[in-house]
C-alpha cells in the first residue's frame, strides 16, 4: 500500500470506517443518514446543534468498546461516482440501501456495480421492514443474481433488516458495517505528519468566504496549517465538526468544515498540508497548470467511437461502453434492444453502463469518465457546463435525433467500418427572453445570443431544459432593433422567427449549427 509506504507498524494507528449511503432514489438514504446520526452517543453532549456538513462521524458502542463511524452525507451515489471520476476513493465499505417493499431497482443496480468496481465491500441494509408489503427474504434472494450473497444463505455479504423511519435495527446495522470492516480491511492511519485528505463538498459562504468539509485521509490537520486543495488553496483559519463546534485539529477519518481557503475546490480535490502559504501558493499554481495541461493532452485523446474503430482495425480487443440518454423512456428502450441485438464477432463486447430518460448531466459524463464510455443522446443534449466537463474530461457526446442512425453508427463502430462523413458544428446559441406573438409573420422569439454567432438561413433547433423539442427548423429572419440582420454576436439582443416552429417559449435555447466534412485522421 503505497500510503503506508516509509511508515512503520509502530506509526499506524486504527482509524474509523468511512462508509457511503448508496440506493435507489426513494428506499431511504436520507432517512437512514439521519437515523445514524441520531444514535451517537456523544451528540448530546457536545451541545452544539447539528448541522449538515457533507460528512459526520458518530460514536457507538461494539464489542465493549467505543467505536467511530465516519458517514459521506451526500445524495446517492453521484457524489461517489463523481469524487471517482477524480481519482478519489474515500469510501471504505457501502451501506447498500433496497427498500423491502420495493425490491433491486436501477439505481441498486447501478450503486452496487459502482462498489463492487471500486472493491468496496457492501454492507445490506434492508429498509421499511416496518412496511406491510416488505419482503426481505426477497431481496435477499433478488441479490443473489448481483454476486451479493447473504451470510445466512452460505455467502460474505451481510444483509441488515432496519426501518430507517422507526430507527429499528440501526445498532444491529452499525454492529455489521464495523464487524465487515474489521474482517476485510485493515483500517490504519499515521496520525503524527501534516495531513492529507480529500474534499467532499465546498460552496462560498458570503459570511465567511470558502467553507469546505474535508475528509482527513492521514495525519493531523491543525488550524492554522497552510493547506491546497485542488488548485485552492489558503490557511485554516477556523474548523468546525458536524455539530458546528469548533475544533483545533483532526485527525484521520476526521470530516471537519474547514475556513480560509481562498478559492473553492471540488468535491474529490484532495488537499494537502503545506510549509507555508507561499508553499501552498506555488503548489496549488502549478497543479492549476497542470490541470490545463492535461485538459489539453485528454482532448487531443478523447475516446470516440472512431477511435474504437481504429483500435478493433489494428487487432486490438476492446469493449465499447455507453451512455444512453433520451427524451423519453420508449426511445431509450428501443435504442437499447436494438443496440443489444447486433450481432458482432465474439472479440468485441458493448456493454451500457447506464441509461436514462432527460437531459445528459454531469453524472452521466462522470459515469462515462470511470468507464471511458461514449454517451449518446437522443433528442437530448447536455447543458453549457456538462459539455465544458466532457470536454475537461474527454468524454465523447454524439448526439441524434434518429434511432436508426445512432444504431447504425454504434453497428459501424463495432464491425470496425465506422465512416465519418460529416459532422455538426455548432455555431451560436440564444436564449429566449419573450416572445411575440403574431399571426401576420409568425412568432418573434425576442432572445439573447449566449454564445457564437447567430446567422440568417442557418440551420437550428429548439431545446428545452436540455431536451430537444423543435428539429429541422432555419432561422427564417433576424432583426435587432428594427433592422434585417444577417448576423447578430454574442451578448447581443435580437428578435428571431423560425418560419415552421410555432411553439417557441420563453427560456427556449435556440441552438444554430452547420454539417461540415470531417476531417481524417
Ligand atoms: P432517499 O431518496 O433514498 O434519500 O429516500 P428518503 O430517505 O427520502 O425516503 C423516501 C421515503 O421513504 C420518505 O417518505 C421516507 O419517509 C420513507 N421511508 C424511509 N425509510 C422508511 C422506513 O423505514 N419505513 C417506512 N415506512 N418509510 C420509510
Given at each position: 500500500d503505497a500510503e503506508l509506504a516509509g511508515e512503520t507498524d509502530e506509526d499506524l494507528m486504527a482509524r474509523p470506517p468511512v462508509v457511503t449511503v448508496m440506493g435507489h432514489v426513494d428506499h431511504g438514504k436520507t432517512k437512514l443518514l439521519d437515523a445514524i446520526r441520531s444514535t451517537d452517543v456523544v451528540a448530546g453532549e457536545a451541545g452544539g446543534i447539528t448541522q449538515h456538513i457533507g460528512a459526520y462521524q458518530i460514536w457507538t458502542e461494539h464489542e465493549g468498546h467505543d467505536r467511530a463511524l465516519t458517514f459521506i452525507d451526500t445524495p446517492g451515489h453521484e457524489a461517489f461516482t463523481a469524487m471517482r471520476a477524480r481519482g478519489?476513493?474515500?469510501?471504505?465499505?457501502a451501506i447498500l440501501v433496497v427498500a423491502a417493499d420495493d425490491g433491486v431497482m436501477p439505481q441498486t443496480v447501478e450503486a452496487l456495480n459502482h462498489a463492487q468496481s471500486a472493491g468496496v465491500p457492501i454492507v445490506v441494509a434492508v429498509n421499511k421492514v416496518d412496511k406491510e408489503a416488505a419482503n426481505p427474504a426477497k431481496i435477499r434472494q433478488q441479490l443473489t443474481e448481483y454476486n451479493l450473497v447473504a451470510e445466512e444463505y452460505g455467502g460474505d455479504t451481510m444483509f441488515v433488516d432496519v426501518s430507517a423511519l422507526q430507527r429499528m435495527g440501526i445498532d444491529d446495522l452499525l454492529e455489521a458495517v464495523l464487524l465487515t470492516a474489521d474482517a476485510a480491511l485493515d483500517l490504519r492511519a499515521n496520525p503524527d505528519k501534516d495531513a492529507r485528505g480529500v474534499a467532499i463538498e465546498a460552496n462560498l459562504d458570503k459570511g465567511r468566504g470558502t467553507v469546505a468539509t474535508v475528509l482527513v485521509q492521514s495525519g493531523t490537520l491543525h488550524v492554522g496549517d497552510a493547506i491546497v486543495a485542488g488548485t485552492a488553496h489558503g490557511r485554516v483559519r477556523a474548523m468546525f465538526d458536524e455539530h458546528g463546534v469548533p475544533v483545533e485539529e483532526a485527525g484521520p477519518a476526521r470530516p471537519v468544515q474547514v475556513l480560509g481557503l481562498t478559492s473553492v475546490p471540488r468535491a474529490g480535490d484532495s488537499f494537502i498540508v503545506a510549509g507555508d502559504d507561499r508553499t501552498a501558493r506555488q503548489i496549488a499554481d502549478k497543479r492549476a497548470a497542470a490541470e490545463r495541461a492535461a485538459t489539453l493532452a485528454k482532448r487531443r485523446k478523447r475516446v470516440s467511437l472512431e477511435d474504437f474503430t481504429e483500435a478493433l482495425q489494428q487487432g486490438r480487443v476492446e469493449t465499447l461502453n455507453l451512455v444512453l440518454k433520451g427524451d423519453v423512456s420508449g426511445a431509450v428502450e428501443a435504442l437499447e434492444d436494438s443496440l443489444l441485438k447486433i450481432e458482432v464477432g465474439d472479440e468485441v463486447a458493448l456493454r451500457i453502463i447506464h441509461r436514462g430518460v432527460g437531459a445528459i448531466t454531469q453524472n452521466d459524463v462522470n459515469l462515462a469518465t470511470v468507464d471511458n464510455a461514449i454517451i449518446i443522446g437522443f433528442n437530448v443534449k447536455p447543458a453549457e457546463r456538462v459539455t465544458e466537463l466532457a470536454d475537461r474530461e474527454g468524454v465523447d457526446i454524439r448526439y441524434y435525433s434518429v434511432i436508426y442512425q445512432a444504431i447504425d453508427d454504434v453497428e459501424q463502430a463495432l464491425k470496425g467500418m465506422l465512416k465519418p462523413e460529416y459532422e455538426e458544428v455548432q455555431l451560436g446559441t440564444a436564449e429566449v427572453r419573450q416572445v411575440f406573438r403574431s399571426s401576420k409573420v409568425g412568432n418573434i422569439a425576442g432572445s439573447i445570443v449566449r454564445s457564437g454567432t447567430i446567422r440568417r438561413n442557418t440551420k437550428a433547433r429548439v431545446l428545452r431544459d436540455g431536451v430537444v423539442v423543435g428539429e429541422n427548423v432555419t432561422i427564417d429572419s433576424l432583426r435587432r432593433e428594427k433592422d434585417d440582420v444577417t448576423e447578430v454576436r454574442e451578448g447581443f439582443e435580437c428578435g428571431i422567427s423560425l418560419?415552421?416552429?410555432?411553439?417557441i417559449t420563453e427560456g427556449d435555447v435556440i441552438e444554430t449549427f452547420e454539417m461540415r466534412e470531417k476531417p481524417r485522421k
Open positions: 478519489a476513493d474515500v469510501t471504505d465499505i418560419g415552421s416552429f410555432n411553439d
